[in-house]
Nanobody
């Protein structure tokens, strides 16, 4: 299973970006897909996740209300819509797949497959 994260770039505070996580080698039906981020000099942390079973979604406290995760099973892609960007959102964003079991977690060691990361820089 291969994951490809894309969509990062430079954005202004208050702006928006949409990150994509394309999955190949398997359908995403059998996986929970999580997004993690690693800011400069800091540890990688989970920010959001979506499960396959019922589409349940999870968000870290710092991103609730600004980030929206969704999945397109037809295109085997998971999206992370980021609105109201803040400078502290600057980080490399990674997507990861877990399954089985296909349950969300913010523990990165539970994820089996990882994408290469996409850089988001928020600056005026």
């Amino acid at each position: 299973v291969q994951l490809q994260a894309s969509g990062g770039g430079l954005a202004q505070p208050g702006g928006s970006l949409r990150l994509s996580c394309g999955v190949s080698g398997s359908t995403i039906d059998g996986y929970a897909i999580g997004w993690f981020r690693q800011a400069p000099g800091r540890e990688r942390k989970g920010v959001s996740c979506i499960e396959r079973r019922d589409g349940s979604t999870y968000y870290g406290d710092s991103v609730k209300g600004r980030f929206t995760i969704s999945r397109d099973n037809t295109n085997n892609t998971v999206y992370l819509q980021i609105d109201s960007l803040r400078p502290e959102d600057t980080a490399v964003y990674y997507c990861a797949a877990r399954g089985p079991p296909p349950w969300c977690s913010d523990v990165e060691s539970l994820y089996h497959y990882w994408g290469q990361g996409t850089l988001v820089t928020v600056s005026s």
